[in-house]
């Protein structure tokens, strides 16, 4: 059995996934910063609830003890938890960044002990081609036009953690997912994207894949994507 955790996955493309996951056989914990939401979520659909708030050091330590004394590893991890700041501002800056890649660095560093005791490790980051020089630099490219400066760099560093976690540790397979345009609580202002239903589809296409991704990539559901 696949032992799996996901941030922030009490709603849209986290709990999407998580569910698909469950149906697939793996054991789930259902990573979330509201203890109320995430518990009706994990029962929801027969995950684990743990509490887990990337920001906070002491609630990923804590996520990452539960983890261990309940299962003693971990298969897969999916850093999924992530904000879309618009405001350009410092206060706003240090939010994107802090969940959006330096949580990555929490989760990763927590959890490296229980990915090392699996037999076939992996770790997803839910990232984004908004992030991508190549995407953000071509006129033909719906990044192109996206006006959020912050979400577009953060993700950029969730992008290149991912490359270096993956050339600092061979042994695991890291890879950067852009899941596509998804309406999600995120994205309720903009009023675009497909179902996060149709998302979690795709990014557990991709997990399914296995060893057949290259560690160190970001891609979409049809291939890699430039960055």
Do not use: C
């Amino acid at each position: 059995m696949t032992i799996t955790l996901i941030t922030g996955a009490n709603k849209g493309i986290g709990y999407e996934t998580a569910k698909r996951l469950v149906d697939a056989g793996h054991r789930v914990f259902l990573g979330a910063r509201d203890v109320e939401r995430g518990t009706a979520a994990a029962e929801s659909i027969g995950a684990r609830f743990v509490q887990l708030d990337v920001t906070d050091d002491a609630s990923v330590a804590a996520a990452a003890t539960v983890v261990a004394e309940a299962e003693g590893r971990l298969d897969l991890v999916i850093h999924n938890a992530g904000v879309l700041e618009l405001e350009l501002t410092g206060s706003a800056a240090l939010r994107a960044f802090d969940t959006n890649a330096a949580g990555l660095v929490r989760v990763t560093e927590a959890t490296l002990p229980l990915l090392r005791a699996s037999a076939d490790p992996a770790v997803v980051t839910i990232s984004s081609s908004a992030g991508s020089f190549w995407a953000v630099t071509h006129p033909d490219r719906p990044e192109y036009a996206l006006a959020a400066p912050l979400y577009s760099a953060s993700k950029a560093a969730a992008t290149m953690l991912t490359l270096q976690y993956a050339k600092a540790h061979p042994e695991i397979r890291f890879v950067a997912v852009e899941p596509g345009t998804t309406a999600t609580d995120l994205t309720a202002g903009l009023g675009i994207g497909r179902p996060p239903a149709e998302t979690a589809n795709a990014i557990t296409r991709i997990i399914d894949l296995g060893g057949a991704v290259r560690s160190g990539t970001l891609r979409d559901e049809f291939g890699p994507i430039a960055w």
